[in-house]
Every structure is written in structure tokens, then in C-alpha cells.
């Protein structure tokens, strides 16, 4: 399964672009997805936290992803 | 460095609920606050709450110059109509408008707008100081400080 | 009845103090909510929290016409300017306003704005709503409702 | 000593003008003041309460009134 993934603030400074695309095969849940970014991009280790959108809902990481979600980094929010 | 503009295309539209209780907003030129008061006001109403913010001159002693806010706009809305639907339904509320500013903010310049009116003005102060902290925590909208010598993403590092 | 004007003749007179960073009005004409916003706003200021009062078109299920204010307007002025510089001396609060209008309402319009600026949200918030419970409180204001068949001081009684 | 009250909200409602002259003699409080104005306007009785200011502050019962001071009755309030 192909994803196309938002990224903001830092997270694009991270990743460099505003769409990353990941590869990921078989059952896919957010845990996983977060494994594969941490293992190519590892400064979102640093980050003081960091959470997965799907379909602009926040989702825990037991969430499994569907082919043609729209998935989203959501680095520390700072609005206001 | 530029923002991408690629989701980021539907700001300054206006969106709003089919019911007239709330107002949400994200829009790139200047917040307006009789507009808000407009939006807000109504015959039921005896205490109106506004949460207005302003950029600051300063961080920690550090001079700001200014602050770029961008927001995951879709998601941003609708996490601001969480919080509008939450005080509508369980308190005595009767309008809530939240506009917030994208794009670069010079000092003074308002980043948000928060208005909740009420037939009584505990709850409208209430409803408006959880509006805040809520948004804070919850909606996708990032800063960046501007400084003289650098620039930082807001929260972003414990 | 008509409201006497012997002791009424300064209203819509600008008060101000040395300082800039209170000012306290009462006004004979509208509420200016932009007026409040550019004498509270400064570049310390993180969060400014507005009290706008509005008239309410029912009071305990009666339908009101109108309200008519009168101020004791050189006593009220200084309880006022006591309230903001309060404020000022005991809190982390950088400007308050208070425009209290006088004379006839009708339901929807303003008879008060109270704006708190504060480096930080939290303290304005606060400091607004002191303000306006005091202001309620100590002011020698008072307002008479007019309802279709008659008209009563608020509060007078028990 | 001669004194000019200023009335305002139900207090002129009662005494019927805006500016009251009461005739007191000798040292005279507040508290003086109070009852001879309940005694000439029963009316007042029957407020929530209501308090004296002399040249425009609050004032207790106690409170030795002066030739020249400007006093008025203060129904209670009902500003904002």
C-alpha cells in the first residue's frame, strides 16, 4: 500500500517535503507507520511528541490504515 | 523558507454550520472584532467573553520580529467545531465564533479570536477560557518565531 | 420620567490618568469595541480578554423594551479607576479599560466593555472577570428596566 | 449646618428630587443622617439596602459629615 503523508511545521522541516510517500506492505496500523519514520527520519525522536491524523481525526496507535486514507504528522500543535 | 501552499489552499473561505450557534474560521488577512461581535450577539445574550490574542515582542527575553502560523486547515476546522459543539451542548451557551489568522503576523497583529456569548457571564467567561485552553491542545496550527538571529518552531522540543 | 441633569453634566468626558495604562470612561454614546481594543493593546500583551455586557431582551421571562442607565459619574468614575489600578498594582496585567455608557438601551445594544491585556491569557481572564463582578458590585450606576407595562429599579428591593 | 443630598436611581424616586436640602444641627454622623431620612421617607426601609458617600466616596455610619461635603444616597447599584 502506497501513502501519500501530510506533513507540517517541524515535521516537513524533518521529512523536507509537504507529501512523503511510504511504502508499506500488508496490515498497516499507525504503530508500524510511526516505526518506519523514526527508522528513515530519526529526529522525530526528538520531537516532545508527535501524533497520526487519519482522515483529519487524531488516531491511537492500534488504528489500522486503509489504502487512500489521508494520513497527516501532527508535530506539537501552536496555535492561538 | 516558504510555506507549501499545496493543502493549504481553501484558507480565508468561510465555513459555517447550518445552524447560526457557531462560527469557525481560519483566514489569511486580518480578524475582524465587530465581525466576531456580529456573529456573536444575540437577543438572549446579557455577557459576551472575548479571548483575544496578540503576537508579543518578546519570548524569554528574546525579540521577536514575527511569527508565521500555518494550519492543517481541514482538520484545524474541524477540531475548532469540536470545541464550539462541546460548549454549545453542555453549557448555557448560545454563540461561539473562533477565527483564527494563518501566514506571517508582525507584532500587535492578531492571531485569534475567540468570542462566547451567554445569557449569563460566568458561563460566557467559563466557556471562552476552555475555548483557549482547548485550542491550544488540540488544533492543528503551528507558529514559528521569527527572531533576529533565527527561528524556532513553537513547542516543538521538550 | 425624565433623568434629571444637574449632577449628569460630564458625561461623555474623556478621563484619563497620567499613565497610559488605564483608561476609564463614561459615555453618553456607543460602545466603540475597536476604540477598547487600540487603548489595550501593547506589545507586551500575549492575551487580551474582553467583558462586553449586552441588554437582554427578557428579564426572568419578562419581555424588556429598553434600559435606562444613570451614573452618580464622578463617583463612579473613581470606583472605576479604583477597580483598574487594583488590577494593575496586585496582578501581571498590563491595561485595562472600562466604558460604562449612559442613558437609554435598547435590547442588543452595549451598556459596558471591559478589556484586560496581560503578558499571559490566564491573568487577563481573571482580572476581566473581577472587573466586572466588582464593577457590579461598587459602581454607583443604576439601571431601570422598562417593560411593556411598567418599569422597576434593579435590584432596589430585596 | 445645611445639607445638599444628591439622590439618584429609587432614592429620587422617593425624596421626588435630585437634590435633597436636609437641615441638621450639631456634630452629625451618617448614621444621624440615615435615620432622619427614614423618618421623613419611610420609604427607604424597604430598599435591599443602601449606603452614603461623602464627596464621592463610601462612607460607614460613623462618619462625622462636614459643612460643604457633598453627600448623596446610594441605592444599591445595578451597573454592567
Excluded at chain 1, 504503530?31 to 516532545?48: A, D, H, I, S, Y
Excluded at chain 2, 510555506?3 to 474560521?25: D, W, Y
Excluded at chain 2, 465564533?97 to 479570536?113: Q, Y
Amino acid at each position: 500500500m502506497k501513502c501519500n503523508i501530510l506533513t507540517f511545521g517541524i515535521a516537513r522541516d524533518i521529512v523536507k517535503t509537504s507529501q512523503l510517500e511510504l511504502n508499506l506492505e500488508g496490515e498497516q496500523t499507525i504503530r508500524n507507520l510511526k516505526e518506519k519514520l523514526v527508522n528513515q527520519f530519526p529526529e522525530f525522536e526528538k520531537l516532545r511528541h508527535y501524533s497520526i491524523a487519519v482522515n483529519a481525526e487524531y488516531r491511537l496507535d492500534d488504528f489500522i490504515l486503509n489504502e487512500g486514507d489521508e494520513i497527516a504528522i501532527i508535530p506539537p500543535v501552536s496555535g492561538g | 523558507m516558504k510555506l507549501p501552499s499545496s493543502h493549504l489552499s481553501v484558507v480565508g473561505e468561510k465555513r459555517m454550520k447550518n445552524n447560526t450557534m457557531t462560527n469557525i474560521q481560519i483566514k489569511a488577512n486580518d480578524l475582524n472584532l465587530d465581525e466576531c461581535m456580529q456573529l456573536a450577539a444575540n437577543d438572549e445574550a446579557g455577557g459576551i467573553c472575548f479571548f483575544v490574542g496578540t503576537v508579543r515582542n518578546q519570548t524569554k527575553g528574546k525579540k521577536v520580529v514575527s511569527l508565521q502560523f500555518e494550519a492543517y486547515e481541514k482538520m484545524a476546522i474541524s477540531e475548532m467545531q469540536k470545541i464550539a459543539d462541546h460548549l454549545i451542548k453542555d453549557k448555557s451557551i448560545n454563540r461561539v465564533v473562533i477565527h483564527h489568522r494563518v501566514g506571517d503576523l508582525s507584532v500587535g497583529e492578531i492571531p485569534v479570536i475567540i468570542v462566547v456569548a451567554a445569557p449569563h457571564r460566568k458561563a460566557a467567561f467559563e466557556a471562552c477560557q476552555y475555548a483557549i485552553d482547548t485550542l491550544k491542545e488540540t488544533v492543528p496550527i503551528w507558529k514559528k518565531e521569527i527572531f533576529e538571529n533565527g527561528e524556532v518552531w513553537v513547542s516543538a522540543h521538550p
